[in-house]
């Protein structure tokens, strides 16, 4: 059975590019021919961290951006031992 389409990286990250810009995101997945759904999921992956005001955001804001940087320095190890395994 086919899990649907598989989409590179790169255009995974400039779909949530093109997304940050419009600010909506059902536009822009109706214009790539995605779904709203996997854009949601890539834009949760690949955005860039916003930054928070430490004095008043709340604790729910800070544990979702304590995930969203333990997700960033999961790729960047796995980019990392990809790059060390294929220079060897």
């Known amino acids: ?3 649907g389409k598989q989409f590179t990286v ?3 990250r400039e779909a ?8 909506s995101v059902a536009q822009t997945a109706r214009e790539l021919g995605i779904s709203e759904k996997s854009l949601y999921s890539w834009i949760k992956q690949y955005a860039e961290p916003k930054s928070l005001d430490l004095s008043t955001a709340t604790v729910s804001e800070l544990t ?8 960033v320095m999961v790729q960047k ?10 220079a060897r």
């Open 16 to 23: 949530v590019r093109k997304a940050e810009i419009s600010g």
């Open 10 to 12: 790169e255009f995974k």
């Open 1 to 3: 059975m086919s899990r």
């Open 77 to 86: 190890d796995a980019q990392i031992d990809d790059n060390s395994y294929s």
């Open 64 to 71: 979702a951006r304590i995930r969203q940087l333990e997700r």
